[in-house]
């Protein structure tokens, strides 16, 4: 039987996002994100706070990159999120991570994670219902051990964190279940042209 748990966003899985820019004199800071998507090829959207340090520092410098999170890169990606950089200036410097000016935009990639979207500011949508930072992906630069052998990202390798938030706990994804685009065909009475 099913129980009615109330109004909830009860979405699952999301992403361990973690967002770094400069700002005005090219310090770095980082947070933590599990409400972003991808919306369209080289697109991104992100719905951080605007008064969060690394929402004012894109607005400064123009640049952010978003890396995932992986099981090593856990307890700081956590203190990402529960740290901010407005109460602690020396934020990311405390984390302990290191980080390389990105070739393509003015924004730090931190190298302790695998995978890292190197985004220019597009927008800001500022409405009654949402406040989301768009971005423009200019480049993906990934560990080479979480690449397949042509080159592609394997999420078998890269023990990416998925975000629960009803256990408020961090899960890893990786095990491969089906083919998408695929094992649908198996279901239905669909003519064989469909
Ligand atoms: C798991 C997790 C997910 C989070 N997701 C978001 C989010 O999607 N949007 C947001 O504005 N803040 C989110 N936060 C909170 C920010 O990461 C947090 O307020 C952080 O301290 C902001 O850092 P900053 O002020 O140094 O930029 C999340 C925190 C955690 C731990």
Known sequence: ??????????????????????DGEGNVNAMNAGLGTVCGKDRIVLMISANHKTTKNIHETGAFTVALADRRTMA????FGIVSGNKVPDKFARSGCHAV??????????TEFPVTMECEYV???????????VGRIVNVSADEEVLTDDGNIDTSKL???????????????????GQACSIGRTVGDRPSDA
Do not use: H, W
Not at 168 to 173: E, K
């Open 76 to 79: 700081v990606a956590d203190y």
């Open 159 to 177: 023990n990416a964190l998925v975000f629960d938030q009803f256990q408020c706990s961090y899960r890893i994804a990786t095990e491969k279940v």
């Open 1 to 22: 039987m099913k129980k009615d748990l109330g109004a909830k966003a009860a979405l699952f899985p999301m992403p361990v996002l973690i967002i770094a820019a400069y």
């Open 101 to 110: 000016r990105s070739r393509f935009v003015d924004a730090p990639i931190i």
């Open 123 to 133: 927008k800001t949508i500022d409405t009654e219902n949402v406040y989301a930072v």
